[in-house]
């Protein structure tokens, strides 16, 4: 399931402008400062009760874009990031990824990000896929 990350933020690489430095919390290390940032992170996961071998988990995956609030060009440059963000990953199927077909994301849910330091302005946008695990018959 955490392979994902690498495939999503690769994909957000690809989308967002030079200007925008991408990092996933598990696949990536550094700094985390720059002026125009997007961190993808695993939220959490949900998995339906089920009666059979197999569980569907559905995990969510996070997309935070942040900028500097005293750039007078943040506030564009977050909109911008904001609708790239979207047309890159809702509708797309991240498809085998370590040898486990995902179904297509899905945005659930945007809000303001949880512990933006001073001087930071941003949103966060939740991303919801799922894919079929099997137990023991």
Do not use: C, Y
């Not at 911008?80 to 849910?109: C, D, K, M, N, Y």
């Amino acid at each position: 399931m955490l392979a994902l990350e690498p495939s999503i933020v690769e994909r957000l690489r690809a989308s967002l402008a030079e200007a925008w430095t991408v990092k996933g919390m598990f696949s990536d290390a550094g700094k985390r400062e720059p002026d125009l940032f997007a961190s993808v992170m695993f939220g959490d996961a949900d998995v339906p009760a089920s009666e059979v071998p197999g569980v569907l988990v559905r995990p969510l995956w996070l997309v935070t874009i942040v900028g500097r609030r005293a750039d007078a060009e943040a506030v564009p440059q977050l909109d911008s990031a904001f609708a790239l963000v979207i047309e890159a990953l809702h509708g797309w199927a991240p498809g085998q990824v370590a040898g486990r077909r995902w179904e297509r994301l899905q945005l659930v849910r945007v809000k303001p990000p949880p512990f933006l330091e001073n001087g930071l302005v941003g949103i966060e946008l939740a991303f919801s896929t799922s894919a079929r695990f099997d137990g023991q018959p």
